[in-house]
């Protein structure tokens, strides 16, 4: 997510701009249709779009805030394999466990245990 000081408004920053708003938007859509019609096209989407998402945005804290020349390429891939790994495991957890959007629900739906109904 690297921007350009520069406003020519040419190439592949331009593009690649463009690329994350679109994905943002998909990302709030999708999350959208898991709230109201969860299915295992959605949550696959969601395994691919917020990886991707949070991918962008700390690639760019990273592009703000890592000065250190040789530390940069290290970063940089990995991001890319930490990214990678993390929509492998999203996408099998969707495939053979109760995905994305049950789990969510599940962890929204955990009940608070009073402490002294345990002692």
């Known amino acids: 997510a690297v921007v350009s000081t520069q406003s020519t408004g040419s190439g592949s920053t ?33 395994a691919i779009l917020v990886p991707l998402h949070t991918h962008w945005g700390l690639e760019q804290v990273f592009t703000d805030y890592i000065h250190i020349k040789p530390l940069i390429p290290i970063v940089g891939i990995l991001l890319k394999v930490l990214t990678g790994f993390t929509m492998i495991a999203l996408l099998y957890f969707n495939q053979h466990d109760i995905g994305i959007t049950q789990a969510v629900k599940d962890v929204w739906n955990i009940k608070r245990v009073n402490p002294e109904e345990l002692g």
């Not at 463009?18 to 990302?27: G, N, P």
């Open 14 to 46: 331009v593009t690649h701009w463009k690329a994350e708003r679109y994905v943002s938007i998909l990302t709030v859509g999708a999350m959208m249709t898991a709230a109201v019609h969860p299915t295992l096209a959605v949550d696959h989407a969601l």
